[in-house]
């Protein structure tokens, strides 16, 4: 069993940062995918990036591509999402997640086995 504890988000203006934190507890999850995911309100929710943990390799949806960056802290069982140039689309709830295999273009929540309760990112223009 794998626990997912996201922190970090907040109010922020257009065009400023944030950093958000996925902590996991529970089994050694080194040969997961981890993934952020987001959802706006009245909206499905979308696949924003995941990180394969044993080799470090990334995988971005378009939209964040350049402004958002996830890493990982094996030694601390974080995983994390730092957000920059941040718009008002960018408002959502964001979701950490986990899968267990090695498939890093898992884009569908379907696909993801264990969920964090998320953290709400709100961008003011």
């Known amino acids: 069993q794998v626990q997912l504890v996201e922190s970090g988000g907040g109010l922020v203006q257009a065009g400023g940062s944030l950093r958000l934190s996925c902590a996991a507890s529970?089994?050694?999850?080194?040969?997961?995918?981890m993934a952020w995911f987001r959802q706006a309100p009245g909206k499905e929710r979308e696949f924003v990036a995941a990180i394969r943990l044993r080799d470090v390799l990334t995988y971005y949806t378009n939209s964040v591509k350049g402004r958002f960056t996830i890493s990982r802290d094996n030694a601390k069982n974080t995983v994390y999402l730092q957000m920059n140039n941040l718009k008002p689309e960018d408002t959502a709830v964001y979701f950490c997640?986990?899968?267990?295999?090695?498939?890093?273009?898992?884009?569908?929540?379907?696909?993801?086995?264990?969920w964090g309760q998320g953290t709400q990112v709100t961008v003011s223009s």
């Open positions: 997640a986990a899968r267990e295999g090695l498939a890093l273009t898992a884009t569908t929540p379907g696909q993801y086995d264990y």
């Open positions: 529970g089994r050694t999850f080194t040969w997961y995918v």
